[in-house]
C-alpha cells in the first residue's frame, strides 16, 4: 500500500464533535501537526471527511 501523509492547515475549533474524533483517530492534535499513514479506503473515508481541515500528500 502506498502512505499518505496528512498535515492539519486548520483548526478544529468550531466543528462538530465527530469531526474532532475523527482528527483525534488519524493522530492530528495541533495545527501543522503531520502525520503518515497507510493509503487504505478506512483512512481516505477519515480524511474526507474532514478534508476542509487538513492536507493530504501521497
Do not use: C, D, F, Y
Request: net charge positive; no cysteine; hydrophobic share 40%.
Amino acid at each position: 500500500m502506498a502512505k499518505i501523509k496528512i498535515t492539519q492547515v486548520k483548526s478544529k475549533i468550531g466543528s462538530s464533535a465527530r469531526q474532532k474524533k475523527t482528527l483525534e483517530a488519524l493522530g492530528l492534535r495541533k495545527i501543522n501537526g503531520t502525520v503518515e499513514h497507510e493509503a487504505t479506503p478506512q483512512i481516505k473515508g477519515m480524511v474526507a471527511k474532514v478534508s476542509h481541515l487538513v492536507t493530504v500528500q501521497e
